[in-house]
């Protein structure tokens, strides 16, 4: 169980379109999903964190108007980078945890989907 | 600020024993897990670690000292799968994960 899965697994675009990434879990219901860059050879980056129904909450120098998250369902979240340039090259990866933490009995495992490649030529 | 430290690359040789020591301050701690990271792959779940002492699991163990705000990884019986990163994180009083910038364990025949 715990399954979850990232759409494209790499894209190749051209400077100054937009890429939309899909998150998916699979066999549970995600109340929060994560959104991490992580560049070679460095560690992740937690871009943002976002909740269903609500707006995501991003980390501090990440640009919301040009990283649009959005989680309208319990099993899914887009990213959308737009007007792409070649420094947005990177490895995306989502993560999602099911539930609440504040809630009793929870997990507070977070788990990932397999990343996306994203190379902006 | 809250920081995690872990060295930036070890070396080990095949069948031997290998410890990922990881220290941390955080605002907050309601865990520490331990991911395992290829190049090129999203992490996957190695441990959690919430109370003090040793978790075994496996050829991997995973102990936590909250006092001393520490925990390490313990890897028995290296194999050359094994080449990867680990990453330490802390759960801190959001829930939020705050990350280690990861250990490279290269393991030689």
């Known amino acids: 169980g715990a399954v979850v899965s990232q759409h494209p697994s790499w894209v190749i675009c051209k400077s100054g379109t937009s890429v939309k990434i899909e998150c998916r879990s699979l066999?549970?219901?995600?109340?929060?999903m994560f959104w991490y860059r992580q560049f070679p050879k460095q560690s992740l980056m937690l871009m943002a964190t976002s909740n269903e129904g609500s707006k995501a909450t991003y980390e501090q120098g990440v640009e919301k108007d040009k990283f649009l998250i959005n989680h309208a369902s319990l099993t899914l979240s887009t990213l959308t980078v737009t007007s792409a340039h070649p420094e947005d090259s990177s490895f995306y990866i989502c993560?999602?945890?099911?539930?609440?933490?504040?809630?009793?009995?929870?997990?507070?495992?977070?788990?990932f989907g397999p990343g996306t490649r994203l190379t902006v030529t | 600020g809250q920081n995690i430290d872990q060295p930036t690359e070890m070396t080990a040789t095949e069948g031997a024993i290998v410890q990922i020591n990881c220290t941390y301050q955080?605002?907050?701690?309601?865990?520490l897990f331990w991911y395992q990271q290829h190049a090129g792959e999203a992490p996957t779940f190695l441990s959690y670690n919430v109370l003090d002492g040793l978790e075994e699991k496996g050829r991997f163990s995973s102990f936590l000292s909250r006092s001393k705000g520490y925990s390490y990884l313990l890897l028995k019986e290296l194999q050359m799968k094994d080449s990867a990163s680990y990453l330490c994180?802390?759960?801190?009083?959001?829930?939020?994960?705050?990350w280690g910038a990861g250990t490279k364990l290269i393991i030689k025949p």
């Open positions: 994180a802390v759960l801190d009083s959001n829930y939020q994960l705050i």
């Open positions: 066999d549970f219901q995600a109340t929060t």
């Open positions: 955080t605002s907050g701690f309601n865990g």
């Open positions: 993560s999602a945890r099911e539930g609440d933490p504040l809630s009793s009995g929870m997990s507070y495992e977070q788990y």
